[in-house]
């Protein structure tokens, strides 16, 4: 299948999960995660209407997105992979959002940089709900304490919080506790779940899902 037609089926597709949930499709955001994959796989894409992409590296996002910006102006562009305090710049340049505002230190340079060129993104805080000491995010317990310092701190506001559930476990329990943080925080929207789990996510509340190789094939 060509990733048009897979485009049409994950909308299908999104719509079902909502219905089967008593939510509107209009409440669930597609970010279609095109990393690794290049201008020839995106375009389809685009020609078929999706206009919200994800990306997780600064440095591949600049080599192919100011192109397509160009051509499509309605674009929304959300880095959702670890972000260096050296890259903020270009990431705030680039990106419409960032999902992965996870310390102190990234928090500060993003805030600085929005100030210094005028800018304002979308933010969310990435939580590390399974605790891996291998993957980015606050853990759950910081997350009030670090939601205070980038609101009254920083001045910034935080749209979001995401997850990425451990490869391995029944991601359920984990978009329930993002879902949970949320709400006990006054956070408004929850980007969680991928190929594997986008369905069980908007069950969950998810507001945006992050699909990358059911969209565009495997990586
Ligand atoms: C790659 C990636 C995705 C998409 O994963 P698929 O399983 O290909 O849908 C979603 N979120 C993040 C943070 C990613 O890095």
Aim: aromatic share 6%; hydrophobic share 45%; proline share 5%.
């Amino acid at each position: 299948m060509s990733s048009a037609d897979n485009y049409a089926e994950i909308t299908a597709r999104i719509g079902a999960a909502c219905r089967a949930s008593d939510r509107q499709p209009e409440t669930v955001t597609l970010v279609a995660v095109s990393k690794t994959f290049g201008e020839e796989e995106i375009r389809p894409v685009l020609n078929a209407g999706q206009c919200v992409f994800g990306e997780n590296r600064v440095q591949e996002a600049q080599a192919k997105w100011p192109a397509l910006k160009a051509d499509y102006p309605g674009l929304v562009l959300h880095l959702i992979g670890p972000l260096q305090s050296n890259k903020a710049g270009d990431a705030v340049a680039l990106f419409d959002v960032i999902e992965t505002i996870d310390r102190e230190k990234i928090a500060r340079a993003v805030a600085d940089e929005m100030a210094r060129q005028g800018r304002t993104l979308r933010l969310y805080v990435q939580v590390n709900t399974g605790l891996e000491p291998q993957k980015a995010g606050v853990a759950p317990d910081e997350v009030p304490a670090f939601l205070a310092l980038c609101r009254a701190e920083l001045g910034l506001t935080i749209e979001g919080l995401m997850c990425i559930p451990p490869a391995e476990e029944n991601p359920g329990p984990h978009f329930a506790l993002l879902e949970q943080l949320a709400r006990d925080n006054a956070v408004e929207k929850l980007s969680m779940g991928m190929s594997s789990d986008f369905e069980t996510a908007i069950a969950f509340g998810a507001t945006s899902v992050r699909v990358g190789s059911a969209l565009f094939g495997a990586r």
